[in-house]
Nanobody, 127 residues
Framework: QVQLVESGGGLVQAGGSLRLSCAAS????????MGWFRQSPGKEREFVAG????????YYADSVKGRFTISRDNAKNTVYLQMNSLKPDDTAGYYC????????????????????WGQGTKVTVSS
């Protein structure tokens, strides 16, 4: 089992940047693929970005491609989400999640393959 704690959220103007971090407990972090999701009030939680266990492959939602970058440091048990060129539509609670799904590369965007979730960090982008 793994416990996840997000940090780095806050208020930023449109066009600005933020870097979110997600720290994981335990000694098996490198055995988990990781994902970032976000949820706005009244909307379903949606996939933002994913990264395989080694960090060798990354995935992005079309809405953030080219602006957001997911990365991980297995030595620090941490996954990051660098968010650039932020827009008001990016305003949401951001959640990191961990997966051991065998078929992760086919299912990275599905919430059901992530059994472990953090509590979230809030990002507000003002116009």
């Amino acid at each position: 089992q793994v416990q996840l704690v997000e940090s780095g959220g806050g208020l930023v103007q449109a066009g600005g940047s933020l870097r979110l971090s997600c720290a994981a407990s335990g000694r098996t972090f490198s055995s988990y693929a990781m994902g970032w999701f976000r949820q706005s009030p009244g909307k379903e939680r949606e996939f933002v970005a994913g990264i395989t266990r080694s960090g060798g492959t990354t995935y992005y939602a079309d809405s953030v491609k080219g602006r957001f970058t997911i990365s991980r440091d297995n030595a620090k048990n941490t996954v990051y989400l660098q968010m650039n060129s932020l827009k008001p539509d990016d305003t949401a609670g951001y959640y990191c999640a961990a997966s051991r799904d065998t078929y992760y590369t086919n299912n990275y965007y599905r919430r059901v393959v992530y059994p472990y979730w953090g509590q979230g960090t809030k990002v507000t982008v003002s116009s």
